[in-house]
């Protein structure tokens, strides 16, 4: 299938600014799902507030675009009801580890089968450029004009802390990866995290004077190194990509499905 | 055969209730005095096939039914006071993407943490004017566990067929008091099951284009039909718009569909009205002390009688007033501090003829906190 007939073309142009990175995350989630071969009727995209969060409208699957910081709480319905469906739950940085990230540590606590993408632009792009639990220590936004004093969390350390079993990162500069990395994870039966590094240039590059679109996302290929090379054990200070937990887990519905039998059997 | 007739808490009265409507699913979060709603749908539900689900919070609860509810389920998360406080946003989302699912609150003293395990009816305009911008919305509530049990299958009912949330207002007294309740059996009360699209696969589906009665057929998320759903302000396709006109076209088909339909909803039992000179207006467990209070004046030759609300939201102006025309003096019963006295006042010809009798120290209000009342009313004394 091409690629245009995963998009509901009715709802173009989209929203987001020239040289944002959502629409290479759209891209290569796309990709992923062309490369599974995944009926559309089997996809619900679930997704929550932010210029991330409009993912779901411009796809044409089963799309719930919801409150702000609970996409992961109302895909938990919908999966719980329908474990055959394949559950994608688009998130920004502010959606999923301010708003959400309640709502994200307990996703991946209980292991439930769907698949969180979290696109850190490192920056509230929708609001006009407030700093994000992701923005970083140092950073400038409209409301850290002096300078960021709050600390950012680190994505994958998180999910890996609070029982993800599938967890990943990578940036919009390598969109092949990013193509292979979503196709697993949502293969991948349990919680499973990607990180994307997408750019904002709108608002967090421009703050910080980090160039365009294409200064940026060069930048994602200078900053990050794959997991365990030789560049990352020379230089700590380079962020890494690719695949860091990928292990089998007792997956929540499955779990579920054994309650409704134990009790069943004991009525 | 299996008895039919138990004595219980009305928190399980309610979940047997649910049960008989036909829930699915619950998810909810432990909060006095409502957790034995949870406690109990951990067992009954997975027995039928159904999912039980304990969230990280209030929030995440309600969000976690109104997915299960689009898929085709029938849903219910219950709470309390500062539970209910955290699930307004998430109730306007239900009311803006018309998705049904039915809220309990077991009302506990407020605000704040107020009264965990006290008597209180304070939730009532929340209930009302809790979640932020214009719109309607269905609460009910019942004064004995018979009642609770067919006011919670009509709260599924009026969800189905309004396709909004319904608030099920209960109240700490009504929640932990234990009475016998007779199970009715399948069939004896109606059931509305949910108005599914004939729209065929293929062919276009409108999923926010309203049927010329009102009412929205729905198809179930994951089906045949691949829609948008959003709680912004939307097209018939379920897109979003700011397009002045589908966007007070929206607001006017979510006020109207309940607004127009208050007749239908309003649910209400009365007592000894034909001849009463003296009304008391009440609801909930409140009403239980009101009863009393009435039937014993009553065998004194005293003219009381007592309209028992069960439908509190929309408010029933026209019953009341004609209920009440005749009256010389309306007495409200209830815990806070006058919130259904205010509709009464409104719906009445006279106001200055109604009067509040309440308690709001987290004792249960008595029928002599309410005849020391209806004394002073009546120019008697205390």
Sequence with gaps: MAIKDYLRERFFPHMWCPGCGHGTVLNSMLRAIENLALEKNDVVMVSGIGCSARISGYVDFHTLHTIHGRALAFATGVKMSRPDLNLIVPMGDGDALAIGGNHFIHAARRNIDITAIIMNNRIYGMTGGQFSPLTGYGKLATTSPYTNIDHAFDTVSLAIAAGASFVARTTTYHAKQMTDIIQKAIQHKGFSVVEVLTQCPTYFGRKNKEGGAAEMMENYKNITTPIGSKASRENPDLIERGIFVEKEMPEYCSEYNKIIQKAVKGK | ?382
């Design chain 2, 1 to 382: 055969m299996k008895n039919q007739i138990k004595f219980v808490q009305g928190n399980e009265a309610c979940v047997e209730a649910a049960l008989y409507a036909g829930l699915d699913f619950f998810a909810g979060y432990p909060i006095t005095p409502s957790t034995e709603i949870a406690e109990h749908m951990a067992v009954r539900l997975p027995q039928i096939g159904g999912k039980f689900l304990q969230m990280e919070d209030e929030i995440a609860s309600l969000c976690a039914i109104i997915g299960a509810s689009l898929t085709g389920n029938k849903v219910m998360t219950a709470t309390s006071g500062p539970g209910f406080s955290l699930m307004q946003e998430a109730l306007g989302y239900a009311i803006m993407t018309e998705i049904p699912c039915v809220i309990v609150n077991v009302q506990r003293g407020g605000p704040s943490t107020g009264l965990p395990t006290h008597a209180s009816q304070g939730d009532i305009n929340q209930a009302r004017w809790g979640t932020h911008g214009d719109h309607a919305i269905i609460a009910l509530t019942a004064s004995n566990h018979q009642d609770l049990f067919t006011i919670t299958v009509e709260a599924f009912n009026l969800a189905e067929t309004y396709r909004t949330p319904v608030l099920l207002m209960l109240d700490e007294i009504t929640g932990h008091m234990r009475e016998r309740l007779h199970i009715p059996k399948p069939g004896q009360i109606p059931i509305v099951s949910r108005l599914k699209t004939s729209v065929k696969q293929g062919v276009d589906y409108h999923p926010y284009l309203p049927r010329e009665d009102g009412r929205l057929p729905m198809s179930d998320f994951g089906g045949i039909h691949r829609y948008n759903v959003t709680g912004l302000f939307h097209d018939m396709w379920g897109f979003p718009t700011d397009n002045p006109q589908i966007v007070h076209g929206l607001l006017r088909h979510l006020l109207d569909k309940i607004g127009n339909n208050v007749h239908l909803i309003a649910k209400y039992k009365e007592f000894y009205l034909e001849d009463a000179t003296t009304i008391l207006v009440s609801y909930g467990s409140s009403a239980r002390s009101a009863l009393h209070l009435v039937n014993n004046r009553r065998n004194r030759g005293e003219r009381l009688g007592l309209l028992e609300l069960q439908t509190l939201w929309p408010f029933p102006y026209g019953i009341v007033r004609e209920k009440c025309a005749n009256a010389r003096h309306v007495l409200v019963v209830e815990m806070n501090m006058g919130q259904i006295l205010r509709e009464v006042k409104i719906a009445v010809e006279d106001p200055e003829k109604v009067f509040l009798a309440n308690r709001v120290d987290g004792m249960f209000i008595t029928p002599t906190d309410i005849r020391n009342i209806l004394r002073l009313i009546q120019g008697k004394g205390v």
